[in-house]
């Protein structure tokens, strides 16, 4: 049996800054400073438990351990448990080998089955369709027009499609982290005009919400950045807006074409509005996936 590590010299209130920056309680004992690798060995010996309080270096914040993520091993029930982690103690560096959540690299978790967000493509497929839109309206003939507006309907179809297919991959990707919902279900609602704006509280704000957390409390994710909270609630608001719209010119069957007419503004702002919140929201939530599927360095 591993011993624990010795209580260092000075008290835990003095603390040193350095990589290990852990300092843990056990039966009124206080030691470190350890790295979390060293802390995740305790617990996956028992000898630190999910009521042990541990705290960082530089702060007074105690917390138990079973409430930070990726600490505390989850048991597993049958003959056959997976290992709560697949790096072997001789090569800290080793590639895990299932498909769970690594230790990672100095730069942090990664989760080595997660495919990652190809980003070029998601704006590609959008910015193309557009500027075929617009060649059809400066060509006479009607065949290629009708070609052009064929294949820049295929190109918007391929975008939403990415959309759908990252979001799914972002909650697929979260559940390593306790996450309830699935990619399956998030994406389940998105095809039901309306009800899909109020959905996407569900599914995009609250994605954001997750990540967040889970950045500011998991030691892995302490290199990732957070995303843009309040634009994450915005654009189901925006997509709403956007969508009554939509359902308003369709009544009336009068379309905003005339940019000289207030009403038509709003309607063309607004749906500008949401295609560009769309396309930073979902940059920033490319950029997560790509974090958490980079290869180790």
Same mark, same amino acid.
């Given at each position: 049996?591993?011993?624990?590590?010795?209580?260092?010299?000075?008290?835990?209130?003095?603390?040193?800054?350095?990589?290990?920056?852990?300092?843990?309680?056990?039966?009124?004992?206080?030691?470190?400073?350890?790295?979390?690798?060293?802390?995740?060995?305790?617990?996956?010996?028992?000898?630190?438990?999910?009521?042990?309080?541990?705290?960082?270096?530089?702060?007074?914040?105690?917390?138990?351990?079973?409430?930070?993520?990726?600490?505390?091993?989850?048991?597993?029930?049958?003959?056959?448990?997976?290992?709560?982690?697949?790096? *072997?103690?001789?090569?800290?560096?080793?590639?895990?080998?299932?498909?769970?959540?690594?230790?990672?690299?100095? *730069?942090?978790?990664?989760?080595?089955?997660?495919?990652?967000?190809?980003?070029?493509?998601?704006?590609?497929?959008?910015?193309?369709?557009?500027?075929?839109?617009?060649?059809?309206?400066?060509?006479?003939?009607?065949?290629?027009?009708?070609?052009?507006?064929?294949?820049?309907?295929?190109?918007?179809?391929?975008?939403?499609?990415?959309?759908?297919?990252?979001?799914?991959?972002?909650?697929?990707?979260?559940?390593?982290?306790?996450?309830?919902?699935?990619? *399956?279900?998030?994406?389940?609602?998105?095809?039901?005009?309306?009800?899909?704006?109020?959905?996407?509280?569900?599914?995009?704000?609250?994605?954001?919400?997750?990540?967040?957390?889970?950045?500011?409390?998991?030691?892995?994710?302490?290199?990732?950045?957070?995303?843009?909270?309040?634009?994450?609630?915005?654009?189901?608001?925006?997509?709403?807006?956007?969508?009554?719209?939509?359902?308003?010119?369709?009544?009336?069957?009068?379309?905003?074409?005339?940019?000289?007419?207030?009403?038509?503004?709003?309607?063309?702002?607004?749906?500008?509005?949401?295609?560009?919140?769309?396309?930073?929201?979902?940059?920033?939530? *490319?950029?997560?996936?790509?974090?958490?599927?980079?290869?180790?360095?």
């Amino acid at each position: 049996m591993a011993r624990l590590p010795s209580r260092p010299n000075s008290s835990p209130s003095r603390r040193t800054s350095g990589s290990a920056g852990w300092f843990y309680e056990i039966e009124g004992e206080s030691y470190g400073p350890v790295d979390f690798r060293e802390l995740r060995a305790l617990a996956i010996d028992r000898k630190l438990l999910g009521h042990h309080l541990v705290w960082k270096n530089g702060t007074d914040d105690k917390q138990t351990a079973g409430r930070i993520l990726g600490l505390i091993p989850t048991q597993k029930r049958g003959p056959n448990p997976v290992p709560p982690s697949d790096l *072997g103690d001789s090569d800290p560096y080793a590639a895990p080998k299932t498909r769970t959540i690594g230790d990672g690299p100095p *730069g942090g978790l990664y989760l080595p089955h997660l495919h990652p967000a190809n980003l070029l493509l998601f704006f590609l497929t959008l910015l193309v369709p557009g500027g075929l839109i617009y060649l059809c309206q400066n060509i006479a003939s009607e065949n290629t027009r009708t070609f052009l507006f064929s294949l820049a309907t295929l190109g918007l179809v391929a975008w939403v499609t990415l959309a759908v297919i990252y979001l799914h991959r972002a909650w697929e990707m979260m559940r390593m982290f306790g996450a309830h919902l699935t990619g *399956g279900k998030a994406v389940r609602f998105l095809f039901l005009p309306i009800f899909n704006a109020l959905w996407c509280f569900v599914v995009v704000f609250g994605w954001a919400k997750l990540w967040n957390y889970n950045v500011r409390n998991h030691p892995g994710l302490q290199p990732a950045n957070t995303v843009w909270k309040p634009l994450f609630f915005l654009f189901p608001v925006l997509f709403l807006i956007s969508q009554a719209l939509l359902v308003m010119h369709l009544v009336t069957r009068e379309w905003p074409v005339d940019l000289q007419n207030q009403n038509h503004l709003i309607s063309l702002g607004t749906w500008v509005a949401t295609l560009v919140l769309t396309l930073i929201c979902w940059c920033q939530i *490319g950029l997560s996936i790509n974090f958490l599927a980079r290869k180790k360095t």
